[in-house]
């Protein structure tokens, strides 16, 4: 062989294996012309595809993946499942069957499905969407393997709602996935995202709120809720706290209050009467009574002062805490035993609240006598110490030197030093 004959076999030999290596790229997605695709309304589909351009290299829907395939009239993809087990292959590989004598029952309404070199065919005993009435587009998927091989076909035509009956379709294009073009079975493509603004996946499908993926724009979904742990709404987005909506598993939110008005806490939790923590309208709550130290009655208020009258249970409810019943009954024996029966009794008994209330009074009235006894024992002092510094002033208001004074509780003595007058005085008042 010369060297020109061997250059030529080489070129040759090279141009084949590039030749084979795009159809072997090219075989997995696979636009092919439809010889009939018939819907009936009984209902009834058949499709038939005899293009020589099929190919079922590198696919085993027996061993491998499950199958499907897919109609789309405009509304989006209806598909049906064609498990693996349900599938079989001849003796040399070269033709596969799907076979589901329970149709339209079983995995879905596909009766039969045979795929081989040159040739595609399915029946099925159901329609995935109305029959067209009218002029309608239907593009149709079929992915063998789990898409080792998917073929793509297009129907263009006329039904009458009982009959759609399209033969000799012109190759269909199976569609790509990223070029921000819907197309084919694809729900959406990129910024082509009608059905699903700004939350078209990478697999050109919607992202789905409800299916436990955070995916698109979600926030969280379901028990996917890392950003906002138990607290993922249905909408898939989290919980605001702050936003005056009450949600999830908030009590209540700002002015969204009905669980406790007036008591919403900033963290959307109501406050809680009892917990040693002064929140919300308490005034007071235990041991946090910086308002009434001891005094802070079980309903997280400070203790009223005794009552003006009788009749109610005012004293009464004092008695539940000890300080502010001693606020009101002091050391009387009489006052605190009178409203610790009434109490007892849950302060329900008005005979008994009386007894407490004109108990708490009277000692009310006899401490307010003591302090006025108290107060005019003070103004007296006062009055005698006032006077007493008027005698020992000279005329120019200075102190006479050489004096030396004593008081007593009820008068004061004057005495002459050296240099003074040698006499002893004594002032009453």
Known sequence: MTKTAQLVVSVGLAMGIALLTVSSADASNQGITGKKLLLKSTPKIVLLSKDGAISIAGSDPVNGADSSISFDVG??????????????????????????????????????????????KVVAKGVPFAVPNGAATINI????????????????????????????????????CGNNIKEGTEVC???????????????????????????????CDGTFDTACPGNCLANCTCQVCGNNVQEGTEQCDGISDLACPGNCLLNCTCAVCGNNIREGTEICDGGDATACPSDCLPNCTCATPCPASGGDPTACNAASNPGACQSC??????????????????????????????????????????????????????RRLAALQTRRRRDDGKPM?????????????RRCEPGGRDDQQEQHF
């Open 141 to 176: 998927v079929l992915s063998l393997d789990g898409g080792t091989n998917t073929y793509c076909l297009r129907f263009s035509g006329t039904g009458d709602g009982n009959t759609f009956l399209v033969k000799d379709a012109p190759a269909g294009a199976c569609a790509v």
């Open 329 to 382: 009954c002091g050391f009387d024996l009489t006052c605190t035993s009178a409203c610790l029966t009434a109490f007892t009794d849950g302060c329900a008994i008005s005979p008994e609240n009386d007894a407490c209330a004109a108990a708490a009074n009277a000692q009310a009235v006899r401490r307010s006598a003591v302090t006025e006894v108290r107060r005019f024992g003070a103004v007296r002092s006062h």
């Open 75 to 120: 509304g989006g993809p209806v598909t049906f499942a064609l498990p693996k087990n349900l599938w079989s292959a001849n003796g040399s590989g070269t033709l596969f069957k799907y076979k589901n004598a329970a149709a339209p029952s079983g995995p879905s309404v596909v009766k039969i499905a045979k795929v081989k070199a040159g040739l595609l």
């Open 189 to 219: 493509d990129g910024a082509d995202a009608t059905a699903c603004p700004g939350n078209c996946l990478a697999d050109c499908t919607c992202a789905v709120c409800g299916n436990n993926l955070q995916e698109g724009t979600e926030e």
């Open 401 to 413: 030197p050489g004096r030396r004074w004593a008081y007593g509780s009820a008068h004061a003595t």
